[in-house]
């Protein structure tokens, strides 16, 4: 298993947490397994989600996707994300 952590501001998270949801099945058939999403204590509208894939591999090529590019926009992320890549410990 793999795991990114991904940081990013958005307009709405209201706006953004329903295009979240709506993505699941794009997530899942990308090799997502599990997800967990956290607001910033001092700017809700800063959103770091943790999470699990099948593969390393494909992690990076759905992070680095043109797909998911296109999903964050639609969903008002308004920042430059910023990924991870996690190994555990």
């Known amino acids: 298993m793999a795991h990114v952590m991904i940081t990013h501001s958005v307009a709405d998270f209201g706006t953004w947490q ?3 949801v709506d993505a699941l099945p794009m ?3 990308a090799g997502e397994k599990s997800a ?4 910033d204590a001092g700017d809700p509208n800063t959103i770091t989600g943790l999470f699990e894939w099948d593969s390393a591999d494909r992690a ?3 992070v680095t996707s ?4 296109t999903a964050m926009e639609g969903a008002g992320v308004t920042s430059q994300p ?4 996690l190994d555990g410990a």
């Not at 043109?66 to 590019?69: E, M, V, Y």
Request: no cysteine; net charge positive.
């Open 18 to 20: 329903q295009a979240f």
């Open 82 to 85: 910023q990924v991870t890549f």
């Open 27 to 29: 997530r899942q058939e």
């Open 36 to 39: 967990q999403i956290f607001r």
């Open 60 to 62: 990076k090529e759905y």
């Open 66 to 69: 043109a797909r998911l590019r």
